[in-house]
């Protein structure tokens, strides 16, 4: 057991390499998928929980006979033909109303879609279904010629899966891809179609125009999904899915991006409403800096709880969105050794800190001119199953957060104390734990809520405005963005942290420092937390 403490000096980072080239590069370079598209699919997938739905379906059943999706098509009465791509919303259309904007066939169509459950999955279901455990015939039946290993993505290293792997020439099958792409058929309208439908329910939120945007983004991908044939049964259908999930996956990379250019025109929205006009909001939302109370008659967003609830159930399905997506065009890519899809069956907490470690220094370093060092102590030699750029994105955002916290509260030029990270785990652990310390002047008690708030930031309002434009790449998370954002680093981290069972917790003492905790399910049994 590794137990030696590692330290990491800021003033010898090494040259910047983002994690997707590091720890999960899917995409080769001959892959028609770049590496951008990689950090899109593994990585940006978009906190807390949503209220289960009760009646979730169970997915390696339906992985059995997607064929479920004609049962579900009978039962409803036949599907109402419409063309795709011809919504539009009139700009002088302020969505109110139950989707009054929208052509009425549509409008019956997504209705009958958004109560039909939504089917949850866990993290283990998802790699014994890319394994091809859920098929009648197993990959162990079906050889590959060695000369043809690595056309599709094969089983890593499982317990629990019976393929002999070790010469590389089991890959997916057409049969795997068609199962899974035969799922996506069926489950994605339904999601898309729950967003939609919570989104229109939400008032004032929902007439804000970016808000109504993704509204129509999400409108059109549905129209697309409904248009492929329920039952995808054979190679070329397939492929032509999977280059429409790929264009949808694309389309909504921007989501997050353009759901905090919502939320800051709500925040102007509210303040202008109150006479505000500019006055600045409480600092201390998303970050570990105090910056007192002095409210000064501030709207109090956080207060705000249906709102709130709402923009969670959305980002917790939106990641779900992007994990399914994710993993099946990751299931199409070449191999790669201990991957099943975008899941990395020896995920190395120490490897992925190291990596947050050197993208916040640079961050740090780009505002401050340096950054404090990191020391890492603990399990250094654990791995287990898990999507390595969920973890990265928390772990990124807890220690950025704790750089500039120690920055700002020593000042700069100073001697800063070591930010400590601490991998705990044992062999009867039900969790994986990271504690991320630092020294930097903690959170008011007060404040402690609002960290958790998606519409607070202590970002100054012009940092703000450039964030809600910035999206080049059209990536949700980048290093390119300022060190102190939009304020949703830290909810979003959670919903990453519960998608999968576990959770991110925050203590703080006033005037000394912040301890940040992250829960992470070792055996990945828990099912994702779907929001009705």
């Known amino acids: 057991m590794a137990t030696a403490a590692l330290t990491i000096s800021s003033r010898h980072y090494a040259t910047k390499e983002m994690l997707v080239t590091t720890t999960c590069n899917l995409f080769g370079p001959s892959s028609s998928y770049s590496s951008n598209m990689f950090r899109k699919v593994a990585g940006s997938m978009s906190g807390g929980f949503g209220t289960c739905c009760s009646s979730h379906r169970s997915y390696s059943s339906l992985m059995h006979d997607h064929r479920l999706e004609d049962q579900r098509s009978s039962r409803n009465g036949s599907s109402i033909p419409i063309q795709t791509n011809n919504y539009s919303t009139s700009k002088n259309n302020k969505g109110k109303g139950s989707l009054s904007s929208i052509?009425?066939?549509?409008?019956?169509?997504l209705y009958k879609f958004s109560h039909e459950p939504q089917t949850a999955i866990s993290l283990q279901t998802l790699m014994r279904t890319g394994r091809g455990e859920f098929l009648h015939k197993h990959w162990k039946d079906e050889d590959t010629p060695n000369n043809n290993a690595g056309?599709?993505?094969?089983?890593?290293?499982?317990s629990d899966s019976d393929v002999d792997d070790d010469d590389g020439s089991k890959v997916a099958t057409e049969r795997v891809l068609i199962q899974v792409a035969g799922f996506l058929r069926r489950e994605l309208p339904i999601r898309l179609a729950h967003r939609v439908n919570d989104l229109q329910s939400m008032p004032i939120f929902s007439d804000m125009p970016s808000a109504m945007t993704v509204r129509d983004l999400y409108i059109n991908s549905f129209m697309d999904l409904i248009s492929v044939p329920k039952h995808i049964s054979n190679k070329q259908e397939e492929e032509a899915f999977a280059r429409l999930v790929e264009g949808?996956?694309?389309?909504?990379?921007?989501?997050?991006?353009?759901?905090?250019r919502a939320a800051y025109e709500f925040r102007d929205a509210q303040r202008k409403k109150k006479g505000m006009n500019g006055a600045t909001t409480t600092p201390a939302a998303g970050t570990n800096n105090s910056g007192g109370n002095g409210n000064g008659g501030?709207?109090?967003?956080e207060d705000m709880e249906d709102l709130h609830a709402f923009l969670d159930r959305f980002y917790v399905s939106r990641i779900g969105i992007r994990v399914l997506i994710g993993q099946y065009l990751a299931l199409r890519q070449p191999?790669?050794?201990?991957?099943?899809?975008?899941?990395?069956?020896?995920?190395?907490?120490?490897?992925?800190?190291?990596?947050?470690?050197?993208?916040?220094?640079?961050?740090?370093?780009?505002?401050?001119?340096?950054?404090?060092?990191?020391?890492?102590t603990g399990r250094k030699d654990l791995t287990f199953p898990y999507v390595p750029t969920h973890l990265h994105y928390i772990m990124l955002e807890l220690i950025k957060n704790s750089m500039?916290?120690?920055v700002d509260w020593h000042g700069v030029d100073s001697d800063y104390p070591p930010?400590?990270?601490?991998?705990?785990?044992?062999?009867?652990?039900?969790?994986?734990v990271i504690k991320v310390s630092d020294e930097g002047g903690g959170i008011p008690r007060s404040n402690m809520k609002r960290i958790w708030s998606y519409l607070f930031t202590t970002a100054d309002p012009e940092v703000q405005e450039g964030i809600v434009e910035f999206?080049?790449?059209?990536?949700d998370h980048s290093i390119d963005s300022p060190l102190a954002g939009l304020g949703y680093g830290l909810p979003i981290s959670r919903s990453y942290a519960r998608y999968f069972g576990g959770d991110l917790s925050i203590m703080s003492m006033e005037g000394y420092g912040t301890d940040a905790f992250v829960y992470l399910t070792r055996l990945g049994t828990s099912r994702e937390p779907l929001p009705i």
């Open 298 to 301: 501030a709207v109090e967003y």
């Open 103 to 109: 052509k009425s066939d549509t409008e019956s169509i």
């Open 419 to 432: 930010i400590k990270v601490v991998i705990a785990d044992g062999k009867d652990n039900e969790d994986v």
């Open 404 to 406: 500039r916290a120690t």
């Open 248 to 260: 949808i996956y694309e389309r909504h990379a921007s989501v997050l991006v353009i759901m905090a």
């Open 471 to 475: 999206n080049s790449d059209n990536v």
């Open 151 to 158: 056309q599709h993505q094969h089983s890593s290293t499982s």
């Open 335 to 376: 191999y790669m050794e201990n991957y099943v899809g975008i899941i990395c069956s020896k995920t190395s907490p120490f490897e992925i800190v190291l990596q947050a470690i050197d993208d916040a220094s640079f961050m740090c370093a780009r505002k401050y001119g340096d950054a404090p060092e990191v020391i890492i």
